[in-house]
């Protein structure tokens, strides 16, 4: 079975530059996570959706960030105007939530390192 | 505000030895703690998991231990080999309501085993 899948998995960019990351859950889930990994601040979560509907986006620094989910099967991060302070791993993970509800195992993509100079 | 609290850092171990990694949390509505072990490349993989109505879970080589009046918990790795060398998060969630599946991450231990 196919895994997460993002794209790209590596981005080099400059200041100010749009950026776009996409991620393709696991058929079937049906909540999906973005991680930011840097070695400051390890893993942050910026934005989960259960059912493409977004329900905690605290965690995404600025403006400048945003990411939707317009169907079950593909999502999008977007930066713009991306900065240097942006550059890190970007995880997308997903899971399946039953109509009981547990914390299910969460199945993470392999990453789309981004670079920003 | 880190949410789950993870020592140490990093640790070098033996093959055979036995690392422990810990986790502490304050928010008691914490009902579910897994272990993710993340290889460079690669994206953070499930490793084990624990409840709080048991003290300990054992899978293979690999055990937590869970003291919840502590709000603690720890990964022992027995016999370790070289093939663990990885990074390491504890983390924990809250297995009701709004927050279902919002998993909150400790900083990761970078484990090193020698041969």
């Known amino acids: 079975d196919a895994g997460v899948i993002q794209s790209p998995r590596h981005e080099v960019t400059e200041m100010g530059q749009e950026v776009t990351l996409r991620c393709k859950p696991i058929s079937g889930h049906n909540s999906l996570f973005w991680y930011r990994q840097t070695m400051m601040r390890g893993l942050e979560l910026l934005i989960y959706?259960?059912?493409?509907?977004?329900?905690?986006d605290s965690g995404m620094p600025e403006d400048r960030f945003s990411a939707k989910m317009p169907n079950a099967s593909f999502s999008t991060l977007k930066i713009q105007p991306s900065e240097p302070r942006d550059s890190a791993v970007y995880f997308c993970a997903s899971s399946f939530f039953g109509a009981m509800g547990y914390t299910g195992e969460l199945f993470f993509g392999e990453g789309s390192r981004l670079t920003v100079l | 505000q880190q949410q789950v609290k993870q020592s140490p850092q990093s640790l070098i171990v033996q093959k055979g030895g036995i690392p422990i990694i810990n986790c502490a949390y304050e928010n008691t509505a914490f009902d579910y703690f897994p272990w993710y072990q993340q290889f460079p490349g690669k994206g953070p993989a499930l490793l084990i998991a624990i409840r709080p109505d048991v003290s300990e879970k054992k899978e293979g080589r690999f055990t937590i231990s869970f003291n919840k009046s502590a709000k603690q918990f720890s990964l022992h790795i027995m016999d370790s080999q070289p093939g663990d060398s990885a990074t390491y998060f504890c983390?924990?969630?809250?297995?009701?309501?709004?927050?279902?599946?919002?998993?909150?991450f400790g900083r990761g231990t970078q484990l090193t085993v020698w041969p």
């Open positions: 959706f259960n059912n493409n509907v977004p329900i905690d």
């Open positions: 983390a924990a969630s809250i297995d009701r309501g709004s927050t279902l599946g919002r998993l909150y």
